[in-house]
C-alpha cells in the first residue's frame, strides 16, 4: 500500500513539473503563462520561443506522463495502481503543485501515460491526433477526438477496467479543459494550427 501511495503521489509531482515554464526559463525566454494564449504548453511557446524550445517543452511533456506510468509497471504494480500513477500524473500537468496549480491541457502528457499504460492505445490515440491536425488544422479537435477514442480503444483491446476508467478520466478532464475551445469550434472561430491564433494543446 505504502509503495503504491508512492508511486501515486510521485506520478503527481513528475507531472507538475512545468516544461514549458522551465525550458522558458533555461533560455531566457519570457514566462509562457504570461505571453500569447497564457497557457504553459508547447504550441504557445512555439509561438514566441520557436521550435527548438517548443520542442524542448513538447518533449518534456510526453515524458512526464510516460515514465511515472513505466516506473509503476516495471515495479510490478497492478493496473489499478498503474492506472492511478497515469491519471496522477495528468492531473499534475493540469493543476501543477510547483506552479500555483496553472498547467496546460495536457494532450502531450495524456499522450505519454497512454504510451506506457496502453502501448496500441496510445499509438492508435497519437495517430488520430496526427491525422485530424492535418486534414483539418485543428488542434484542439484532433486532441478531442483522440480523447474520446482512447477510453474506447482500451475497452476493445480487452484492457482490465481500473486501465479503462483511467483513460476515460483522462479523456473527461481533457475534454473539460478544452471547453472554451469546444465553444469556438461549434462557432466556427476556433484559430487553426500555423495561423497564430490556435490554442495551445500540450
Not at 504548453?41 to 511515472?68: E, S
Not at 474520446?148 to 486501465?163: D, H, N, R
Request: charged share 10%; net charge positive.
Amino acid at each position: 500500500m505504502l509503495i503504491a501511495i508512492l508511486l501515486i503521489v510521485g506520478g503527481y509531482l513528475v507531472g507538475s513539473v512545468a516544461s514549458a515554464i522551465i525550458t522558458c526559463r533555461l533560455m531566457g525566454l519570457p514566462d509562457p503563462r504570461g505571453e500569447g494564449s497564457g497557457n504553459p504548453g508547447a504550441t504557445n511557446v512555439l509561438r514566441f520561443g520557436g521550435r527548438k524550445a517548443a520542442a524542448i517543452t513538447l518533449t518534456g511533456d510526453i515524458l512526464k506522463g510516460l515514465l511515472p506510468v513505466l516506473v509503476a509497471r516495471l515495479l510490478g504494480a497492478g493496473p489499478g495502481v498503474v492506472g492511478a500513477v497515469a491519471v496522477a500524473a495528468f492531473v499534475g500537468h493540469l493543476y501543477p503543485v510547483f506552479f500555483n496549480f496553472r498547467g496546460g491541457k495536457g494532450v502531450a502528457t495524456a499522450g505519454g501515460a497512454l504510451l506506457a499504460l496502453t502501448p496500441p492505445v496510445g499509438l492508435i490515440a497519437v495517430v488520430i491526433w496526427l491525422v485530424l491536425a492535418a486534414l483539418f488544422r485543428y488542434a484542439s479537435l484532433a486532441g478531442v477526438s483522440a480523447a474520446v477514442a482512447a477510453p474506447v480503444l482500451a475497452w476493445l483491446f480487452g484492457y482490465p477496467g481500473p486501465v479503462i476508467l483511467a483513460a476515460l478520466v483522462m479523456g473527461a478532464l481533457l475534454i473539460w479543459r478544452h471547453q472554451t475551445n469546444i465553444q469556438r469550434l461549434l462557432a466556427g472561430t476556433e484559430g487553426r494550427i500555423g495561423t497564430g491564433r490556435e490554442e495551445p494543446e500540450s
